[in-house]
């Protein structure tokens, strides 16, 4: 009973652990200080691979623009359902596996789980990702400069071609130091 206790701790304990920790801290030397883009996107749906696409073209483009991107959390309860779904997932196999009656007449379709535990095992570990990944796809590829929104493929349906993101790009700069200039311009000097 204390190695199912274990298991179970240990799995939720994996669970727990955030696995962005491939970002490096800024120093003051390395702040930002350009414009920034930030992608917002589905990862499930497969849309990390169509960001850094962007990222390698908008380096190219425009060297001094930061772009960020993170995947979108889906809306609700969906992600803390989908976490919630995904250790019971895990809980069950453990169960299945370790051969747990409960002490309990059995039911049918546990008695078979512990008579074909590879099949059964299987099966929950299919069924609950396939699950999962319904909760947590978005479908998202949103897009953000300076933390003001500029393109929603939830509200367009599509990803923006590279000549319209560019376009949106510098529309927003041209916009960004057209103020800057206006700024300098109310500055007054007394003599």
Same mark, same amino acid.
């Given at each position: 009973?204390?190695?199912?206790? *274990?298991?179970?701790?240990?799995?939720?304990?994996?669970?727990? %652990?955030?696995?962005?920790?491939?970002?490096?801290?800024?120093?003051?030397?390395?702040?930002?200080?350009?414009?920034?883009?930030?992608?917002?996107?589905?990862?499930?749906? =497969?849309?990390?691979?169509?960001? &850094?696409?962007?990222? /390698? %073209?908008?380096?190219q483009k425009y060297p001094e623009l930061h772009?960020?991107? &993170?995947?979108?959390?889906?809306?609700?309860? /969906?992600?803390?359902?989908?976490?919630?779904?995904?250790?019971?997932?895990?809980?069950?196999?453990?169960?299945?596996?370790?051969?747990?009656?409960?002490?309990?007449? *059995?039911?049918?379709? +546990?008695?078979?789980?512990?008579?074909?535990?590879?099949?059964?095992? %299987?099966?929950?570990?299919?069924?609950? /990702?396939?699950? &999962?990944?319904?909760?947590?796809?978005?479908?998202?590829?949103?897009?953000?400069? /300076?933390?003001?929104?500029? +393109?929603?493929?939830?509200?367009?349906?599509?990803?923006? #071609?590279?000549? &319209?993101?560019?376009? %949106?790009?510098?529309?927003?700069?041209?916009? #960004?130091?057209?103020?800057?200039?206006?700024?300098? =311009?109310?500055?007054?000097?007394?003599?």
């Amino acid at each position: 009973m204390r190695w199912l206790i *274990l298991c179970i701790f240990a799995v939720m304990l994996m669970h727990s %652990i955030d696995g962005s920790g491939d970002e490096a801290p800024l120093t003051k030397l390395g702040a930002k200080t350009g414009p920034t883009l930030r992608f917002f996107y589905c990862y499930s749906c =497969g849309y990390r691979k169509a960001f &850094e696409q962007y990222v /390698n %073209i908008l380096k190219q483009k425009y060297p001094e623009l930061h772009v960020e991107g &993170e995947n979108f959390n889906p809306p609700g309860y /969906n992600m803390l359902i989908a976490k919630a779904l995904g250790t019971l997932k895990i809980l069950m196999i453990v169960l299945i596996v370790s051969g747990t009656d409960f002490g309990l007449p *059995l039911t049918s379709i +546990w008695q078979w789980c512990l008579n074909n535990r590879f099949y059964s095992c %299987i099966l929950i570990f299919l069924l609950g /990702n396939a699950i &999962e990944g319904l909760l947590v796809s978005s479908g998202a590829f949103e897009i953000h400069f /300076n933390d003001v929104p500029v +393109w929603s493929k939830l509200e367009t349906g599509r990803i923006p #071609q590279p000549l &319209e993101l560019f376009q %949106i790009i510098d529309f927003h700069l041209d916009m #960004q130091f057209s103020e800057m200039e206006m700024d300098v =311009g109310k500055i007054k000097f007394q003599t």
